[in-house]
């Protein structure tokens, strides 16, 4: 009987009958993984349990607590949910239905809209399922056969997929569970009885392949984990996400509106907000000054013709608004790159000018489908703290590594921790492998001589270069993309960019890409929900508020608030003719740091009564004394 070699984890080693499966190939190596593992791996490619292992070669099982088995076993519960669903509602067509971060979706076309009510229907149904302990079942076919099988179903987005394929396809893998096939590449869990812990949470609309122009369909999100206690603190996690939602705190603090008045995914800020804003943009500043960046703006529109010689309006068209001034056609700004460029060429450069550090607090403007659009997460117009530094490739190391310390410091006075990941080239690329090498290695380098630990996500990086991704997590734990740095050695290239180096010759420099915080719209929603709004006092737009228990005292609070604005403290006054408790709860809930309360007796005294938004009292202060108070809790940040 022939035979195959198998390596494992540990090292050791065995040889078995070339039929046997991975899941017998586990059980003969350590079987106590068989009640965790989902799926295995063979030879670095995930396989499925039932798979068998003919030629061998290195094996492991994938437990479903790993992320890549948490995402498998969501994987499978979303195909139980479309069985549910068509089980429960006859004639819906399914689409497309993927794992994602924290859970998994299915894109579903339905002649009515899925209530709660339809939820619970469903999550019953996929309750019966899961007890029912279906195989998952695959099934390798002729492209052909699987087109015709779901043209007899019913099923025209699965044909349209099918029909959309290379043309060098000529087999499709199938899975089945009970009376239910779908179109799928796999793995997937061994049967529906490993589906233990799932919530199916909401309901939205979604366009056939993410195309405006294609039909609406109904996304139905869930979520699922191993074990019951995993799944009951995410969704304790959820629903505290929920009452940190930037949209509705926005609102309650009145900060910012996206009013589709004025247009989908377009912020207008508040007073409030607009002081938060420049709050964090006039720390940037002087932050960037510090640290030898000289300050440029460019502007909003550039000729088609740079677009096209930057290799944007190849690669990136599809993202970019265009518009036309007197026959020239112009592309409105996604990125501050070009007119940097610019900048730089418009002289003859030394060795001795570099490095050259550009810094635009820059607005641009890219096309973002109305899908995706998610208050001031993700939008069509925002700021970004821009800067590209251009440098001899001798001073790259240091640039990157002064990059990552700036990083570093920002996180930590805005209170984030973060991760951090090293994107390599993607498909859509432009520039020679020789550079990108070169590049990959001088970020690689960088991260490993800071001592920073990073992880590699191949294929996400720009267009032009790799980077390094900066993920800040917040106070739920959750990741936001913010900071990033790109190596590009491209774009010098395409625009002639030199410099003299100290033996008389023309070289060519090195351009980085950065971002500290990213985009400032985007920061500023992660940064209210991490706080929950309630900011620190070097943040709020408003850092005090006097609040008088009776009309008697308005004139000392008249005298106090001038003092208190003369000095620089962010101070606001409810003199109205309210109850004092009222107006305490109305700046608790406006998550004011403090609240300065005059009676009589401060008003005599000359003093102040100060209490924080949590309901500590501070005792009685002098007016200079709380000035004090208000610079020391700032000082750090000046």
């Known amino acids: 009987m022939a035979s195959i070699g198998l390596k494992y984890p540990d090292g050791s080693e065995r040889s078995l009958p070339a039929e046997t499966t991975a899941r017998d190939a586990i059980a003969a190596w350590k079987p106590e993984l068989l009640s965790s593992a989902v799926a295995a791996r063979l030879n670095g490619r995930a396989i499925d349990l039932s798979s068998t292992l003919n030629g061998g070669g290195e094996l492991s099982a994938i437990d479903a607590a790993s992320k890549e088995g948490l995402s498998i076993l969501r994987h499978s519960i979303s195909h139980v949910m479309a069985q549910a669903v068509q089980d429960s509602f006859g004639k819906v067509q399914v689409s497309i239905g993927p794992s994602i971060e924290d859970g998994f979706y299915y894109d579903f076309d339905y002649d009515r809209t899925f209530t709660p009510e339809d939820l619970a229907r469903i999550e019953k149904r996929m309750k019966e399922i899961a007890a029912a302990d279906y195989p998952f079942r695959r099934e390798e076919v002729p492209r052909e056969k699987a087109v015709e099988l779901f043209r007899e179903r019913g099923e025209g987005y699965k044909v349209e997929l099918l029909r959309d394929l290379p043309e060098d396809v000529k087999t499709v893998s199938l899975y089945r569970q009970g009376g239910y096939v779908d179109l799928c590449r796999g793995p997937h869990i061994p049967s529906t009885g490993m589906i233990r812990a799932f919530k199916l949470l909401s309901v939205a609309g979604a366009y056939w392949r993410g195309d405006e122009r294609n039909k609406m369909l109904q996304r139905i999100y869930g979520t699922g984990f191993a074990t019951q206690e995993l799944l009951d603190e995410h969704l304790r996690i959820l629903e505290e996400a929920r009452k940190r939602d930037h949209r509705r705190l926005g609102k309650d603090l009145d900060l910012f509106q996206v009013n589709e008045e004025a247009g989908a995914g377009l912020a207008i800020f508040h007073p409030k907000g607009m002081m938060l804003r420049w709050i964090i943009e006039d720390w940037e500043r002087r932050e960037h000054l510090k640290r030898g960046y000289d300050m440029v703006m460019g502007p909003q529109i550039l000729k088609v013709d740079l677009w096209k010689r930057s290799g944007h309006y190849e690669h990136y068209r599809e993202n970019m608004y265009f518009t036309e001034v007197e026959g020239q056609a112009y592309g409105i700004k996604p990125m501050n790159c070009l007119a940097h460029m610019l900048i730089y060429k418009s002289k003859i450069r030394s060795y001795r000018d570099l490095p050259l550090r550009y810094f635009e607090l820059g607005t641009v403007h890219r096309h973002e489908k109305t899908g995706v659009l998610h208050g001031l997460l993700r939008v069509r117009q925002f700021t970004q703290d821009d800067?590209?530094?251009?440098?001899?490739?001798?001073?790259?190391?240091?640039?990157?590594?002064?990059?990552?310390?700036?990083?570093?410091?920002?996180?930590?006075?805005?209170?984030?921790?973060?991760?951090?990941?090293?994107?390599?080239?993607?498909?859509?690329?432009?520039?020679?492998?020789?550079?990108?090498?070169?590049?990959?290695?001088?970020?690689?380098?960088?991260?490993?001589?800071?001592?920073?630990?990073?992880?590699?996500?191949?294929?996400?990086?720009?267009?032009?270069?790799?980077?390094?991704?900066?993920?800040?997590?917040?106070?739920?734990?959750?990741?936001?993309?913010?900071?990033?740095?790109?190596?590009?050695?491209?774009?010098?290239?395409?625009?002639?960019?030199?410099?003299?180096?100290?033996?008389?010759?023309?070289?060519?420099?090195?351009?980085?890409?950065?971002?500290?915080?990213?985009?400032?719209?985007?920061?500023?929603?992660?940064?209210?929900?991490?706080?929950?709004?309630?900011l620190p006092v070097w943040l709020s737009p408003v850092q005090a508020r006097l609040i008088t228990v009776t009309d008697r005292q308005i004139p000392y609070g008249e005298e106090v608030y001038a003092k208190l604005a003369a000095a620089g403290v962010r101070v606001e006054k409810d003199f109205d003719n309210q109850k004092l408790g009222y107006k305490i709860r109305e700046a608790q809930m406006q998550k004011i740091p403090y609240m300065l309360v005059i009676g009589d007796r401060e008003a005599q005294e000359g003093k102040l009564a100060p209490r924080l938004r949590d309901g500590k009292n501070l005792g009685s202060v002098s007016v200079d004394e709380f000035i004090a108070i208000v610079r020391d809790r700032c000082a750090q940040y000046q």
């Open 387 to 534: 800067a590209h530094i251009l440098c001899t490739p001798e001073q790259l190391n240091a640039e990157i590594r002064g990059v990552a310390d700036f990083v570093a410091y920002a996180m930590k006075i805005f209170g984030f921790e973060y991760e951090v990941e090293l994107s390599t080239r993607p498909e859509n690329s432009i520039g020679t492998d020789a550079d990108w090498e070169l590049a990959t290695s001088a970020l690689r380098a960088a991260l490993e001589d800071n001592r920073i630990p990073y992880e590699v996500n191949e294929g996400d990086g720009a267009f032009y270069g790799p980077k390094i991704d900066f993920k800040l997590k917040d106070a739920l734990k959750r990741k936001w993309q913010c900071a990033t740095i790109q190596c590009d050695f491209t774009l010098p290239e395409r625009f002639d960019l030199t410099y003299m180096a100290a033996d008389g010759e023309r070289r060519r420099p090195v351009m980085l890409h950065r971002v500290i915080l990213g985009a400032i719209e985007r920061f500023l929603g992660v940064l209210i929900e991490h706080y929950a709004g309630a």
